[in-house]
């Protein structure tokens, strides 16, 4: 158990319909990260909060939003969705003031796009 | 972020030693390699680290040669829940806040009974 906690485990929606994804990190830990995984294109860096703020952006579309709370706690909207956005979802999290390169990954969120 | 090199798949029978290569023939000083893995869908799970000397810890053995090109996870003695994707990431620590992690395709570790 890595202490990073996502909801929901599985998720089956229709294309063009909104989602909203779930991430707890380890208690103490600042920054958390998004991370996809499809069949054709392996596990791919989505997103970076820090302590509430945008850290860094990788693929992500523009149909995709995130964002951190106050409590630390991150959520990841996909909008407008396509058969293409089926996908485990990851997310991770560091404590980040120091970059030690150690990410704690939770157990991930199973998109399914009907 | 360096780019690795690494074999698609491998076998390894159960309580055998399992090595798994990885290249990173452009590494440069400041860069770490980093091994992840990921059992059957379920979260990448950090394994282990290393800069230029070999590092060890409870779950593995690192070794890193010594013109750092390349190096070699070393799971001592493999059992069936070794089987997994091994990931070798070859990064950079910035002097700030953490970043992302990138991921290749990795290696298919199977352990065989």
């Known amino acids: 158990d890595s202490g990073v906690t996502q909801t929901p485990k599985h998720l089956i929606t229709a294309t063009g319909q909104r989602v909203t994804l779930r991430c707890s990190p380890r208690?103490?830990?600042?920054?958390v990260y998004w991370y996809q995984q499809s069949l054709d294109q392996g596990l791919q860096f989505l997103i970076q909060?820090?302590?509430?703020?945008?850290?860094a952006k990788g693929n992500i579309l523009e149909r995709f939003s995130a964002q951190q709370f106050p409590d630390l706690h991150s959520e990841l909207n996909l909008s407008s969705l396509e058969l293409g956005d089926s996908a485990l979802y990851f997310c991770?999290?560091?404590?980040?003031?120091?970059?030690?390169?150690?990410?704690?990954f939770g157990p991930g969120t199973r998109l399914t796009v009907l | 972020d360096a780019k690795t090199t690494q074999p698609t798949s491998m076998d390894c029978a159960e309580g055998r030693a399992a090595n798994l290569p990885c290249n990173h023939s452009t590494i440069s000083g400041n860069e770490y390699v980093y091994w992840y893995r990921q059992i059957h869908s379920q979260g990448p799970q950090y394994i282990i680290h290393g800069l230029k000397n070999n590092e060890t810890n409870e779950m593995a053995s690192l070794i890193i040669t010594e013109d750092r090109k390349s190096s070699t996870l070393i799971l001592p003695h493999a059992t069936l829940r070794d089987t997994a994707v091994y990931y070798c990431i070859v990064r950079g620590i910035s002097s700030g806040s953490a970043r992302q992690l990138t991921f290749g395709s990795g290696t298919q570790l199977t352990v065989l009974p």
């Open positions: 208690s103490g830990d600042l920054s």
């Open positions: 909060y820090y302590n509430g703020e945008e850290r």
């Open positions: 991770a999290s560091s404590l980040a003031v120091l970059d030690s390169g150690e990410q704690f």
